[in-house]
C-alpha cells in the first residue's frame, strides 16, 4: 500500500467524528457511490480486518462527510487511512490497494 505517513500532530479520527475505531487498528476508507475501485476496496479491508483480531473496518461516504474529506484531505476515493489505536494517521494512500500491502501498511499502526 503505497503512501505516505500521517503528520505528527494530525489529530485522531474516532468517536467525535463518529467513526467507531478497532481496538488494535482501524482501516478507514473513504469512497463514492459511483467508484467502481471502491467496491473492490472495501472488500480487501474487510478481508483484512477480518483476519488480523482487533483491526475494524469503517467506510466513509466522501459525499455525506465533507468535513472529514476536507480535514483529511481527500482528493480521490478510494482513499484509505489506516489508523493507530489511538485513532491516528500511520499509513494513507490512494486508489485499490492490494492485500498485501495493506497487512504490511497494518504492521506500522499496531
Known amino acids: 500500500m503505497a503512501g505516505r505517513s500521517g503528520a505528527s500532530g494530525e489529530d485522531g479520527l474516532g468517536t467525535e467524528s463518529g467513526v467507531e475505531l478497532g481496538e488494535r487498528a482501524t482501516l478507514v476508507q473513504f469512497s463514492t457511490a459511483f467508484c467502481q475501485p471502491c467496491r473492490a476496496t472495501r472488500r480487501t479491508l474487510a478481508e483484512v480486518a477480518g483476519m488480523v483480531e482487533g483491526v475494524g473496518h469503517v467506510e466513509i461516504d466522501a459525499e455525506e462527510r465533507l468535513d472529514l474529506v476536507r480535514k483529511y484531505d ?28 495493506v497487512i504490511a501498511a497494518l504492521g506500522r499502526a499496531v
Open 74 to 101: 481527500i482528493v480521490r476515493t478510494p482513499t484509505v487511512l489506516v489508523l493507530d489505536r489511538a485513532g491516528r494517521v500511520v499509513v494513507r494512500a490512494s486508489g485499490q490497494p492490494r492485500r498485501a500491502d
